[in-house]
C-alpha cells in the first residue's frame, strides 16, 4: 500500500467549483484502477468515480455531468474536478488506487471499493446552500 495524499479541498457556495488533486512521491496512476471515494458524516463511504484499469471510467449518477475524474498526462498525478457543487456534496473526500493490473468493480448506482488497495488521508469540501 501506498500512503496518497489529496490536497484541493475547500468551502464554497452551492453552484461553485472546486479542484481536487491526489498524488504520491514515485506512484503513478497508470495501469491499475483509479478513484475517488466521499463520506459525509453519519454516511457510509461511496464511489463518486473510478478508472478502470482498461480505461473504463464509470461516474456516480447524483455526480455524472458536474464531476470529472482524470490523471495528468504524466500520470502521477490523479483529478477530480467538481462543478455545480450542492450542499450534499459536503464530504470528507479521499483518492485510492490499486494494483498493477488489478480490478475493481462498479455502476453507476454503486462503485465498489474492493480493489483498492492505497488510499489518502481524506480532503473536506463543504459546500454551503
Known amino acids: 500500500q501506498v500512503q496518497l495524499v489529496e490536497s484541493g479541498g475547500g468551502s464554497v457556495q452551492a453552484g461553485g467549483s472546486l479542484s481536487l488533486s491526489c498524488k504520491a512521491p514515485g506512484f503513478t496512476f497508470t495501469k491499475r484502477c483509479v478513484g475517488w471515494f466521499r463520506q459525509a458524516p453519519g454516511k457510509e463511504r461511496e464511489g463518486v468515480a473510478m478508472?478502470?484499469?482498461?480505461?473504463?471510467?464509470t461516474y456516480l449518477d447524483s455526480v455524472k455531468g458536474r464531476f470529472t475524474i482524470s490523471r495528468d498526462d504524466t500520470e502521477t498525478t490523479l483529478n477530480l474536478e467538481m462543478k455545480n457543487l450542492k450542499p450534499e456534496d459536503t464530504a470528507m473526500y479521499y483518492c485510492?488506487?490499486?494494483?498493477?493490473?488489478?480490478?475493481?468493480?462498479?455502476?453507476?448506482?454503486?462503485?465498489?471499493?474492493?480493489?483498492?488497495?492505497?488510499w489518502g488521508q481524506g480532503t473536506q469540501v463543504t459546500v454551503s446552500s
Open positions: 485510492a488506487a490499486g494494483h498493477y493490473y488489478g480490478s475493481c468493480a462498479g455502476t453507476t448506482t454503486k462503485i465498489y471499493d474492493r480493489g483498492f488497495s492505497s
Open positions: 478508472i478502470e484499469t482498461i480505461g473504463q471510467i
